[in-house]
C-alpha cells in the first residue's frame, strides 16, 4: 500500500485550518483517512473562544478514534459521536448556537479487506479509481448549487443559508448534521485507489479548470501531492487580480491532499 499526506497552509502568517489523518490499525486489516477544512470566519466576535485548528484538532482527533475502535458505527454516526464529543468540550464557554461557530467540510474513508465506506460533507472532495482506471468524485454540491447573490462575499451573508435548510451544511456543534452527508458503500475490489482533497487544493479543477476529475488523480499519484498543491499556487500567484472571476474568497487557501493506492 502506498499512501501520501500533503497540507499547506494558504498564508505562512495564519495557521494552517484543515486537519488530515490516515490510521492503519494493528491488526493489519483495513484502514481510515480523515480530511478537514476548518471554516474560516469573519472577523469579529463569533460566540467561541477557540481558534478553528482548535477546533479541527479535537473533531479530527474524535474521528480518528471512534472510526477505528469503533468498526460497529457506521461512518454517520461517527460523525454524530464526534460532533458531540467536540461540542461538550466547550459547550459550557462558548456559544455553539452561533450560526459561524467553528466548523469543518468533513471527507471520511473507512476500508476493510472487502469494503470501503465513504462520507462527504460539505465542499472537500473524494475521488476514488477503479481498477479499469475510471476516476469518480464523490461531492456534496449544495454550497456549489447556491445562488450566487446567496453565498459568502462579506463573509457574514452566508449565516442564512448555513446549516439551514435549502442550503448548505458543515460539521459544527450540531450532530444531526450527520445524518445530511453524502454516504455510501462500495467492494473494496472495485476500488484501486482513492484521493481526498479540500477545495484548497481541488482550485486546479473547480476553480482554474486546468483538468478534469481524473486529470487531477493523475497529477496526484504521477507527480505526488506536493506538485498538485504547488500547480495551484503558481495559479493563484499568476492570477491574484481576478478573484471575483474565479469565485475566489481569498487568493491563496490552505490546501490538503491524502491519497491511497492498494
Known amino acids: 500500500m502506498r499512501t501520501e499526506l500533503v497540507s499547506e497552509s494558504g498564508d505562512p502568517a495564519r495557521p494552517n485550518e484543515d486537519f488530515a489523518a490516515l490510521a492503519l490499525p494493528a491488526s493489519g486489516q483495513g484502514g481510515t483517512l480523515i480530511v478537514l477544512d476548518g471554516v474560516t470566519p469573519p472577523r469579529g466576535e ?43 468540550a466547550h459547550a459550557d464557554t462558548c456559544d455553539l448556537s452561533h450560526p459561524r461557530t467553528p466548523q469543518a467540510t468533513v471527507v471520511l474513508a473507512r476500508w476493510s479487506e472487502t469494503v470501503m465506506e465513504y462520507l462527504v460533507l460539505s465542499d472537500s472532495v473524494l475521488l476514488t479509481e477503479a481498477p479499469d482506471g475510471t476516476v469518480t468524485a464523490v461531492l456534496d454540491d449544495r454550497l456549489s448549487r447556491l445562488p450566487r447573490t446567496s453565498l459568502v462575499t462579506d463573509a457574514v451573508a452566508d449565516a442564512t443559508v448555513r446549516n439551514k435548510e435549502g442550503g448548505f451544511f458543515t460539521a459544527a456543534a450540531d450532530p444531526s448534521v450527520a445524518a445530511r452527508a453524502v454516504t455510501g458503500t462500495l467492494d473494496r475490489g472495485a476500488v484501486r485507489a482513492l484521493a481526498a482533497l479540500t477545495d484548497g487544493a481541488t482550485r486546479w479543477t473547480e476553480k482554474f479548470a486546468e483538468g478534469d476529475w481524473k486529470a487531477l488523480f493523475t497529477v ?40 491511497v493506492e492498494w
Not at 49 to 54: F, I, K, T
Not at 228 to 256: F, G, I, Q, Y
Open 46 to 88: 463569533y460566540g467561541c473562544l477557540h481558534s478553528v485548528p482548535w477546533f479541527c484538532a479535537r473533531l479530527g482527533g474524535a474521528l480518528t478514534e471512534l472510526s477505528v475502535s469503533r468498526q460497529d458505527l457506521a461512518l454517520p454516526e461517527v460523525l454524530a459521536h464526534a460532533i458531540r464529543a467536540t461540542a461538550r
Open 220 to 259: 496526484v499519484r504521477k507527480e505526488g501531492g506536493q506538485a498538485l498543491v504547488d500547480r495551484v499556487r503558481a495559479l493563484e500567484r499568476a492570477d491574484s487580480e481576478r478573484r471575483v472571476h474565479l469565485r475566489r474568497s481569498k487568493t491563496h487557501d490552505d490546501a490538503t491532499v491524502v491519497f
